[in-house]
């Protein structure tokens, strides 16, 4: 897909659901071993036009998420790259045993694409929300997890995916009118952070969604005089390793900002690696709160939770002191 300047405004506009659709069309033409199944959600997967142009490489599995993995699973053995696409929760939560066996013990070369992660299913509420989709996916071993930080960089990972031989759980987040992150064309480096901007007081490490909202609380940092860096940790396992030992070693304050509940998820994981490092630096997580919460608008709930760039700058500010 051209990353020309404004197929990339485009894509911002139409929002992740309907560039994984075009994506994946992008890519059928020439890639007769990639195989879309959804759970009875192909139009909400942007999956349309797909199976218009490609019926035989399309599968709709009905809502039957845990049959549908083994079933994805089955079909992989033929030498197929699966794409198997549902509402976040429903493919980690409800079918969490298959994705175990077949992804993690079996090695199956299955792309899990949970749709409308974090809280942008809006007034679907708690049971669509995904907000531990992270902390069940991580503790399988051998899933790579990958939250690409806007729709361009989803395009990018789609592209990577249908190359990949594995298994991988890509975790959609953000809405129409998602922000750019990306307003060019960049290698990804799947497995190596992205380092957007540098700075020597603060780090954010961010995932997914929380990514332009961090750019925009550094920016707002830097006017205090507080110089702040920003990582895009697009990949949350394997962890890149090398990145946080930089964040940790040139900062004084490690801040991970996450679209998620703050058990289990990025700010976790890179306090594991903290512990086990034995490192000073100081962390602090943001995140979502461990309980279930109000129902709304998604816009309205970033701001609820305090996710939005402003707010983020403020909680941070009051930790930096």
């Known amino acids: 897909m051209n990353p020309s300047a404004s197929n990339i405004k485009l894509w911002s506009k139409f929002g992740p659901r309907a560039v994984y659709g075009m994506a994946m069309h992008n890519l059928a033409k020439d890639k007769p071993n990639l195989i879309a199944i959804s759970g009875d959600l192909g139009n909400s997967s942007g999956l349309d036009r797909f199976k218009r142009d490609y019926p035989d490489q399309y599968l709709n599995a009905g809502i039957a998420e845990q049959n549908m993995i083994g079933f994805a699973a089955g079909v992989s053995r033929n030498f197929y790259n699966v794409f198997v696409s549902s509402f976040a929760p429903f493919l980690t939560m409800r079918a969490a045993e298959q994705v175990r066996m077949n992804l993690g013990y079996m090695s199956a070369n299955v792309k899990l694409v949970g749709i409308g992660s974090g809280l942008s299913m809006g007034f679907l509420g708690n049971s669509h929300y995904g907000l531990e989709d992270i902390s069940i996916m991580r503790a399988i071993p051998g899933l790579a997890i990958v939250s690409p930080a806007d729709c361009f960089e989803l395009v990018k990972v789609v592209e990577f995916a249908s190359e990949y031989t594995g298994p991988m759980y890509i975790r959609l987040t953000g809405a129409p009118d998602n922000p750019i ?141």
């Open 181 to 321: 992150v990306y307003n060019e064309d960049y290698g990804f480096d799947f497995g190596k952070a992205v380092w957007l901007k540098e700075g020597c007081d603060i780090c954010l490490i961010a995932t997914g969604s929380m990514v332009a909202h961090s750019m925009v609380a550094a920016n707002l940092i830097s006017q205090c005089g507080i110089s702040c860096s920003v990582v895009n940790m697009h990949t949350i396992s394997p962890i890149d390793s090398e990145a946080l030992d930089k964040a940790f070693d040139n900062h004084s304050l490690v801040v991970t900002i996450e679209e998620h509940f703050l058990s289990g998820g990025l700010g976790t994981l890179v306090a594991e690696y903290r512990a086990i490092k034995n490192i000073s630096c100081k962390h602090s997580l943001i995140g979502l709160p461990n309980c279930y919460g109000v129902t709304a608008e998604y816009d309205y709930l970033l701001n609820y939770y305090g996710l939005v760039g402003s707010q983020i700058a403020e909680k941070i500010k009051s930790i930096f002191v």
